[in-house]
């Protein structure tokens, strides 16, 4: 069974950097096409960034420059640097995985993937 576990959610300034985490269990995690989500309640869950097998990258646009996302497929794990963090980036952050590959324009597409971490809270406040 696939299991995706986020971790590194937390409190940080406006300006601030985090780095978020996503541990894959289960499933062989480098044939995976991997993204992060984010969504405010009430709203569709917003594609921050997909990552296909081979580590091609697209992020939505609103946020590239500032986010970054990684894979490591030798500890299973998904990773995704904030940088310059403001208060319109206090979400829940979500970690998605699927075994389908996808071209950009669906990695960014929620009902591409069928396994989901449970979130990890990003509150940016002073």
């Known amino acids: 069974q696939a299991v995706l576990m986020e971790s590194g959610g937390a409190l940080v300034q406006p300006g601030g950097s985090l780095t978020l985490s996503c541990r894959a269990h289960g499933f062989v995690f480098g044939t995976y096409t991997m993204a992060w989500f984010r969504q405010v309640p009430g709203t569709r869950r917003e594609g921050v960034a997909g990552i296909n097998p081979l580590g091609s990258t697209t992020y939505v646009e609103s946020l590239q420059g500032r986010f970054t996302s990684s894979r490591d497929d030798s500890s299973n794990k998904l990773n995704l640097q904030m940088y310059n963090l403001k208060p319109e980036d206090t979400v829940m952050y979500y970690c998605?995985?699927?075994?389908?590959?996808?071209?950009?324009?669906?990695?960014?597409?929620?009902?591409?993937?069928?396994?989901w971490g449970p979130g990890t809270l990003v509150i940016v406040s002073s």
């Open positions: 998605a995985a699927d075994s389908r590959q996808w071209g950009r324009v669906t990695l960014l597409s929620s009902e591409a993937y069928s396994t």
